[in-house]
């Protein structure tokens, strides 16, 4: 079984950053990353570690979030510069293979204009 703590979501100004930090434990699938929700909104895909390792961006942070990720402290990242106020959700940090998947409870992040 997985389990995913998600952390570093905060209020932050149009134009900054925020490092958003996911450590996992127990059984963890192959297919690892964020996904997002906005209200009013269903969730989104943001980025993810394929099963082959590569990574995969949802269109709308190409170029502005990057995921990474450091074993040897079981925890997943995801960088997110150039923030916009259309980036304001609940980030869940998402471990997943086929219809199987875990869920972290979710960190906001506010960004204001």
């Not at 929700?37 to 995969?56: D, H, I, M, N, S």
């Not at 402290?73 to 998947?101: F, H, R, W």
Request: proline share 3%; net charge positive.
């Amino acid at each position: 079984q997985a389990q995913l703590a998600e952390s570093g979501g905060g209020l932050v100004q149009a134009g900054g950053s925020l490092r958003l930090s996911c450590v996992a434990s127990g059984s963890i699938f192959p297919i690892m990353g964020w996904h997002r929700q906005a209200p009013g909104k269903q969730r989104e895909l943001v980025a993810q570690f394929t099963v082959g390792g590569t990574t995969k961006y949802a269109d709308s942070v190409k170029g502005r979030f990057t995921i990474s990720r450091d074993n040897a402290k079981n925890t997943v990242y995801l960088q997110m510069n150039s923030l916009e106020p259309e980036d304001t959700a609940i980030y869940y940090c998402n471990t997943q293979l086929g219809a199987m998947a875990y869920w972290g409870k979710g960190t906001l992040v506010t960004v204001s204009s």
